[in-house]
């Protein structure tokens, strides 16, 4: 039997910061350390991207040695939770951890499955849903409802840029941390698609 879930976990996010404070949200920051995340509720997982993110990840392991997918297990540990406990996944476009986990590859303007996966795909821009930058994601969801999103995609040379990354070109910059933050309205719609995950009882 299905129902609806009351509580929504929600890994690898900011300390204090938009998942904190919410009737029904179970909040995983770097202290509780969301890789011992196990169950029971569906997950809206954000982990670290930096060592998958491109082009930052090669230019990591280039200059620092990082090499590219070494996370300390924490994708890995967000997939698990995804695939066991429903809910949904976000990770920047053309993230390398798609391709080593063999992930079906997105698209705009739809939900993207392939055989042998329980989960959909689908890529998005944050800046749809608030974000002042255009922030290209992709997602990854199991045992959710595949969800109209607003798949129109960020104007080109209008948004933001991301301080360390971008030269200025006239445009506002924000910061890394800035860049980093999941607007509130693109929040509510992660919170949601976990919310309606299939769960058996």
């Known amino acids: 039997m299905s129902e609806r879930a009351a509580t929504v976990a ?3 996010v900011e300390t204090g910061g938009v998942y904190y404070g919410l009737d029904g949200v179970d909040p995983w920051d770097e202290v509780r350390d969301a890789r011992r ?3 029971p509720h569906p997950v809206v997982a954000h982990p670290p991207c930096a060592r998958w993110s491109v082009p930052l990840c ?3 392991q280039t200059r620092y040695g990082l090499a590219v997918g070494d996370d300390g297990g ?3 540990a ?3 939770a995804v695939r066991t406990y429903g809910g949904v996944l976000e990770h920047p476009r053309d993230s390398v951890a798609w391709s080593r986990f063999g992930l079906p590859r997105p698209r705009r303007g739809g939900w993207v499955t392939a055989m042998g996966d329980d989960g959909m795909t689908t890529a998005v821009d944050q ?3 608030g974000h002042a930058a255009a922030k ?3 997602l990854y969801a199991v045992g959710c409802d595949p969800v109209a999103l607003d798949w129109r995609p960020a104007p080109a040379g209008e948004t933001a840029l991301v301080s360390w990354l971008n030269p200025h070109l006239g445009r506002p ?3 890394k941390r800035e860049a980093s933050r999941t607007p509130i309205e693109f929040r509510d719609v992660l919170i949601e698609m976990a919310r309606g995950a299939v769960r058996y009882e």
Do not use: E, P
């Open 10 to 12: 929600a890994l690898y």
């Open 37 to 39: 995340y196990d169950g």
């Open 58 to 60: 090669y230019v990591n």
């Open 74 to 76: 924490c994708f890995k």
């Open 78 to 80: 967000a997939l698990h």
């Open 127 to 129: 800046y749809r849903y």
């Open 136 to 138: 290209q994601t992709w």
């Open 173 to 175: 910059r924000i910061s």
